[in-house]
């Protein structure tokens, strides 16, 4: 399918189907700020109660959603070690 860059070659139903996407993605984009704000009011709570770095809260989290520990901790030390290795000897 062509891509389309003239408003006058959409029908009214193509028109439509824009407005409504539009729309969802408005919707979407609501939803993702209000998360991203819950979020960030976790992080400072947490931070403030406890005293935790809220970057390592952030990274703890997402390793914990995507279930990717033992692949950070290899890329952790993947970096530990061509970092040591290269720059330590400057």
């Given at each position: 399918?062509?891509?389309?860059?003239?408003v006058s070659a959409?029908?009214?139903?193509?028109?439509k189907?824009?407005?409504l996407c539009v729309r969802e993605?408005?919707?979407?984009?609501l939803r993702s700020s209000a998360e991203r704000e819950l979020?960030?009011?976790a992080l400072k709570i947490v931070a403030a109660e406890v005293g935790v770095d809220k970057k390592l809260v952030r990274r703890m989290a997402k390793?914990?959603?995507k279930s990717n520990f033992t692949s950070e901790v290899e890329a952790n030390t993947a970096f530990e070690e061509f970092y040591s290795k290269i720059l330590k000897t400057v």
């Amino acid at each position: 399918m062509a891509v389309v860059t003239n408003v006058s070659a959409l029908s009214e139903e193509d028109k439509k189907k824009v407005r409504l996407c539009v729309r969802e993605l408005n919707d979407s984009m609501l939803r993702s700020s209000a998360e991203r704000e819950l979020q960030k009011e976790a992080l400072k709570i947490v931070a403030a109660e406890v005293g935790v770095d809220k970057k390592l809260v952030r990274r703890m989290a997402k390793a914990y959603f995507k279930s990717n520990f033992t692949s950070e901790v290899e890329a952790n030390t993947a970096f530990e070690e061509f970092y040591s290795k290269i720059l330590k000897t400057v």
